[in-house]
C-alpha cells in the first residue's frame, strides 16, 4: 500500500470521511456494469451531492482525476478502499453477546469492509466457551489474558446502557484504543482512544419523528 | 398520549433528535439507581455537552423543569419516550435477509424503541417460508398482496447495493412512506418519502481513519 494513500497523514473531516464510502458504492456499482471511467460530475448527480464537494472530498485522496475525462473506476475503488482502511483487516473483539450483540456477530459483511471480530466476551456463565457464527464466546474474565494473544485494536460495545462506562474502562485498561459504541450511553474516554458511536435507536428517532410530520401534514 | 408532547407538530432539528436519546439513556440510569430529580447541568455534565444546550434541547419537548429542582425522572422519561415514537410500535418490513438483514431480524432489542419488523422479504426461493426469530420470510413477490394487510409505515432496506434503489422504488410503490437504508448506496425518492440512512461502513471509515492517526502521532 503506498504510504501516500492511508488516510494516517491526516485528520479527515467527518462529513468527507462519511461521503467517500457512498463514492465508492457508486463506482463499483459502474465497474460491475463495465463502466472504464467516471466524472466527479457524474458522481456528484447521482449523489445528489453539488459537484465541487466531490471534487473537494477526493482531492483528499491520492488519486488525480482528468478534466474531460475523469477517474480511472479500476484505479478509484483501489485507491478509496484502501484510503478507507477497508483492504486491511482491523480485529475487533465485541462486548456484550445479547440481542444485537449477537446479531453483529452474525453479519459477515463487515469483513469486507475491513473489520475482522475475533472474539465476543459476555458476563453471562453459560456462553462462555460457545459461539456464534463461528466467532468464539468467553467470559469477560479472561479479556485481559486472551487479548495478549488476539492483540485486537477494536472493541465494539454491545452491553446494556448501565454497563457501557464500566466495559468501556475495562476494554481501555487492555490496551484497546478503539472503541465502536452502539450503546445510547456516552461513554468518557481518555484523549488518546477513538470512541465512534452508532446509536440506531437516534437514527430511529430522526425516522419516527419525520414519518409523523408527514402524517400531520399530508 | 398527549397531542402536544407528539413530535408531530415539529420538524425537529436532527441534532437534537440524535441528543434526545443519550439523555433519556442516562436518565433512565438515574431511575435504576432510585434518583427522582435531575437538573439539565447534572445532564449536560455527564453527557458532556453544554447546560444551555441541554435546556434548549428539552425545551422542544414538552416538559417543565423547576429552578434548582430540576426535572421529574419518572415524568421525563415518560414524555421523551413518547416524544421519540418509542412508546409506540412502528410496524416494518425488512427487504433483503442476508448477512445484516437476518441479524436485524434477530435484534429484539429494536421493540424496546418502537420499531416492530413484523415480515421479511428476499429474492431467494430457498429463503421463502422460512422465519428467522419467529419473524416470516417471503419471497419478494408477495411483498404488495402482504402489505395490503400487514400496513408497514417503514421498510428496512438491507439487500446487495446494486438492488438498492430497486427495492427502494418497489418498496414506495407498495404504499410505504420511511425508509431505513443500511446500503452505502444514497437512494432517491420523491419529496413525501422520508429516508434515513445509517451506513455502518461510514462509521468504520472514520474509526479507521481516527484510529491510524493516532498510531501516526504516538
Given at each position: 500500500m503506498n504510504q501516500e494513500n492511508t488516510p494516517s497523514l491526516w485528520k479527515l473531516p467527518e462529513p468527507t470521511l462519511r461521503r467517500l464510502p457512498w463514492y465508492l458504492a457508486f463506482v463499483k456499482l459502474l465497474k460491475a456494469r463495465?463502466?472504464?471511467?467516471?466524472?466527479?460530475?457524474?458522481?456528484?448527480?447521482?449523489?445528489?451531492?453539488?459537484?465541487?464537494?466531490?471534487?473537494?472530498?477526493?482531492?483528499?485522496?491520492?488519486?488525480?482525476?482528468?478534466?474531460r475525462i475523469g477517474y480511472e473506476i479500476e484505479i478509484l475503488i483501489t485507491v478509496l478502499e484502501d484510503f478507507l482502511g477497508f483492504s486491511i483487516q482491523h480485529k475487533a473483539l465485541l462486548f456484550g453477546v445479547g440481542s444485537l450483540g449477537a446479531a453483529l456477530l452474525q453479519d459477515s459483511g463487515l469483513r469486507q469492509y475491513g473489520l475482522q471480530i475475533v472474539a465476543g466476551f459476555d458476563i453471562r456463565d453459560e456462553l462462555q466457551d460457545t459461539s456464534v457464527n463461528g466467532i468464539p464466546v468467553f467470559h469477560i474474565s479472561q479479556f485481559p489474558a486472551r487479548q495478549q494473544t488476539l492483540d485486537a485494536t477494536i472493541g465494539i460495545i454491545t452491553v446494556p446502557v448501565d454497563q457501557a462506562q464500566k466495559v468501556a474502562d475495562h476494554i481501555i485498561a487492555g490496551g484497546v484504543r478503539a472503541l465502536w459504541n452502539f450503546?445510547?450511553?456516552?461513554?468518557?474516554?481518555?484523549?488518546?482512544?477513538?470512541?465512534?458511536?452508532?446509536s440506531m435507536y437516534a437514527h430511529l428517532a430522526v425516522?419516527?419523528?419525520?414519518?409523523s410530520l408527514l402524517n400531520h401534514t399530508k
Open positions: 463495465g463502466e472504464i471511467r467516471v466524472s466527479s460530475t457524474q458522481i456528484a448527480r447521482e449523489i445528489g451531492v453539488d459537484p465541487s464537494l466531490v471534487a473537494k472530498d477526493l482531492s483528499f485522496v491520492n488519486v488525480s482525476g482528468k478534466t450503546t445510547p450511553f456516552r461513554i468518557r474516554v481518555p484523549e488518546d482512544v477513538v470512541v465512534q458511536n452508532t425516522m419516527f419523528n419525520r414519518l
